[in-house]
Nanobody
């Protein structure tokens, strides 16, 4: 059974930083593309960043230059380093694992950017 568990969400002031983690179990993590998505209240879930099994990363225009995605194939974990946070980054952040015939989501972690 594949499980994805996110952590690291918090309340942070504008301009601050957070690092989200997503640990995967039940599957050979290293072979799969991982992604971070976010969903704000009343809005659709959008992609934030993705990283392939050979470490090619991609970012949405909204976060390019501020966020960084990385992965540790020994710890079966993908990270999202978020810097220069803005109130519009407030959302529930989800990680996702994607591969041939498989697609799994985590339960989400809340990030709130506010004074």
């Amino acid at each position: 059974q594949v499980q994805l568990v996110e952590s690291g969400g918090d309340l942070v002031q504008p301009g601050g930083s957070l690092r989200l983690s997503c640990t995967v179990s039940g599957i050979n993590f290293r072979f799969y593309t991982m992604g971070w998505y976010r969903q704000a209240p009343g809005k659709q879930r959008d992609v934030v960043a993705t990283i392939t099994n050979n470490n090619r990363d991609n970012y949405s225009d909204a976060v390019k230059g501020r966020f960084s995605i990385s992965r540790d194939n020994v710890k079966n974990t993908v990270y999202l380093q978020m810097n220069s946070l803005r109130p519009e980054d407030t959302a529930v952040y989800y990680c996702k694992l994607v591969g041939p015939g498989v697609q799994c989501w985590g339960q989400g972690t809340q990030v709130t950017v506010s004074t």
